[in-house]
């Protein structure tokens, strides 16, 4: 079975400091791995997704993501944090293909300070 | 495209109601599934559908029915309300052959 386990559930940042948003996941074959954003009163919108190809995938709004095998995280970062980043975030895997069963963590809701 | 739309996006029941959350694509898109989203929790798979008259239950479907009559419409029956359903419920959809799912706005649902 998957899953994955998001550290913090609560994340403040300085605009223009480096956001962080940790994600590790549990697999017993290759994941697949995504990153959602929910705005507020939003439904959530795909930010990046990782499906076995580059280990370094570029999402949207500056953010990117690195699939680490070695320590089963996927972790999303953006070197600047801006205002409009304020927003839940949720890691998800699946095992891809056939199956329609998204995995969600619990999310972190990043707060960003002027 | 509209995309994936739900309606009502507010709604309040009583315990013992009943009522049908609505969920539409025009994305001609093959699977459609429902989740709750809950404090804490991030979401939980209900009930998915990989086509029409193809429906299986997901991690959390005791109080749910769903059906999949056609492509586009996937709706969730609660047949008879309890407070532990309050919750914010989404649809979302994908198409066969990709790993991206689109979800709709949700429905903010209270039951008293």
């Known amino acids: 079975a998957q899953s994955v386990t998001q550290l913090g559930s609560h994340v403040s940042v300085s605009e223009g400091a480096l956001v962080l948003l940790r994600c590790n996941y549990s697999?017993?074959?290759?994941?697949?791995l995504f990153w959602y954003v929910q705005y507020p009163n939003q439904g959530l919108q795909l930010l990046l997704k990782?499906?076995?190809?580059?280990?370094l995938v570029k999402g949207i709004n500056g953010f990117e993501a690195e699939f680490k095998k070695s320590e089963t995280s996927f972790h999303l970062t953006k070197p600047s944090a801006h205002m409009s980043d304020a927003a839940e975030y949720f890691c998800a895997v699946t095992i891809g293909g056939a199956t329609n069963k998204l995995i969600f963590g619990t999310g972190t809701l990043l707060a960003v300070q002027p | 495209n509209a995309g994936v739309t739900q309606t009502p996006k507010f709604q309040v029941l009583k315990t013992g109601q009943s009522m049908t959350l609505q969920c539409a694509q025009d994305?001609?898109?093959?699977?459609m599934s429902w989740y709750r989203q809950d404090p804490g929790m991030g979401l939980r798979l209900i009930h998915y559908?990989?086509?029409?008259?193809?429906?299986d239950q997901g991690e959390v479907p005791n109080g749910y029915n769903v059906s999949r009559s056609t492509t586009e419409d996937f709706p969730l029956r609660l047949l008879s309300a309890a407070p532990s359903q309050t919750s914010v419920y989404f649809c979302?959809?994908?198409?066969?052959?990709?790993?991206?799912?689109?979800f709709g706005p949700g429905t903010r649902l209270t039951v008293l």
């Open positions: 979302a959809s994908r198409m066969r052959n990709t790993d991206t799912q689109y």
């Open positions: 559908s990989v086509g029409a008259g193809i429906t």
């Open positions: 994305m001609n898109h093959e699977y």
């Open positions: 990782y499906t076995s190809a580059a280990t």
């Open positions: 697999s017993s074959v290759p994941p697949y």
